[in-house]
């Protein structure tokens, strides 16, 4: 059995099998508002931020605003790497070559690998994660991953991707965030370091 056919079958699997009305009113609205989710976060993250204190007795307010603009810029930089390897991959969605695909929303017209949505969510999710360690305790810094499997996992059950696409874009999030936010701490640490 090859990695497509069993690609296939474990898209069938989620899009067929796991398929009931509950998720069919919940994946799309995952899929296309997701996103807005993670807004209660971004707050939570500012008032951790503001009433937290480090060994120097600083608020970690500026470093929350940073990390949220990194975030952000982080999922700029993804959309723009997402787009130049879907083009030369040039996978077509399971929607356009599965036939009896299960097709729950408009079958988009760009190519299939990675999944954009898993790729972004991803890299929002993972700077986030990275740079509130020393403010927001783990069991809150795990939400916006959670968040951003919810979203991925949406994409096959809506038919418009393949597991692997979704894996793909998840992996490949993750480690433009992490890379994105280590760059960060090192400008900032070479800054701190300059300026004592």
Not at 119 to 124: C, D, R
Not at 181 to 190: G, H, N
């Amino acid at each position: 059995m090859n990695i497509q056919t069993l690609d296939t079958q474990l898209l069938l699997l989620i899009n067929h099998t796991l398929s009931n009305p509950l998720f069919d009113v919940l994946m799309p609205m995952f899929s296309y508002q997701g996103y807005l989710l993670v807004i209660p976060f971004l707050f939570y993250i500012i008032i951790r931020a503001f009433q937290q204190r480090d060994g120097q007795g600083r608020r970690y307010l500026i470093q929350a605003i940073a990390a949220i603009l990194i975030a952000c810029c982080a999922v700029y930089t993804s959309d723009w790497i997402e787009y130049l390897i879907k083009d030369a991959v040039a996978r077509v969605r399971p929607c356009r070559a599965i036939e009896g695909i299960r097709l729950i929303t408009s079958c988009p017209k760009s190519y299939s690998l990675p999944s954009g949505h898993a790729m972004s969510s991803f890299t929002f999710a993972t700077t986030l994660f990275y740079l509130t360690r020393e403010y927001v305790s783990k069991s809150w810094r795990a939400y916006p991953l959670v968040l951003a499997a919810l979203i991925a996992f949406s994409r096959p059950y809506l038919g418009v991707h393949y597991p692997t696409d979704i894996l793909a874009g998840a992996l490949l999030g993750a480690f433009i965030g992490l890379v994105l936010s280590m760059l960060y701490q090192v400008i900032r640490t070479a800054f701190l370091i300059k300026r004592s």
